[in-house]
């Protein structure tokens, strides 16, 4: 039995209001704490826009903790702006946490 086209959009029509519900009651059941601190994990390269990246992390609250930091083993220079930005950010806040990952560019696998 094939069926017809009114059948069908019928259907969707009853099933598509039900399938929202469904998705609004679990977003209800899991909410996001309002004051919870959010993990972030930063990746640098050596593509030159690590001063664009401190720029956006400098406006971040110190609720945007801890920082993961993931480097390039080839961009040296980077490494340095993050760690000097990291010790003036400590300065301010106290309580921190930090911590740095180097990716090796002729491997697959993170050193800490």
Not at 16 to 37: G, Q, S, T
Not at 39 to 66: D, F, Q
Not at 85 to 112: G, H, I, M
Request: with cysteine; hydrophobic share 40%.
């Amino acid at each position: 039995m094939e069926w017809s086209f009114w059948a069908k959009l019928g259907v969707s029509v009853l099933f598509f209001p039900l399938l929202i519900l469904f998705v609004l009651r679990l977003l209800k059941r899991h909410p996001a704490a309002p004051n919870a601190d959010v993990k972030l994990l930063v990746v640098a390269g050596s593509g030159g826009h690590t001063t664009e990246i401190l720029r956006l992390l400098n406006s971040l609250s110190k609720k945007y903790c801890p920082r993961h930091y993931v480097l390039a083993d080839s961009d040296k220079m980077s490494e340095e702006k993050i760690h000097s930005f990291e010790q003036k950010r400590a300065a301010k806040y106290p309580d921190s946490s930090v911590s740095f990952y180097t990716y090796l560019s002729d491997c697959s696998y993170f050193v800490k």
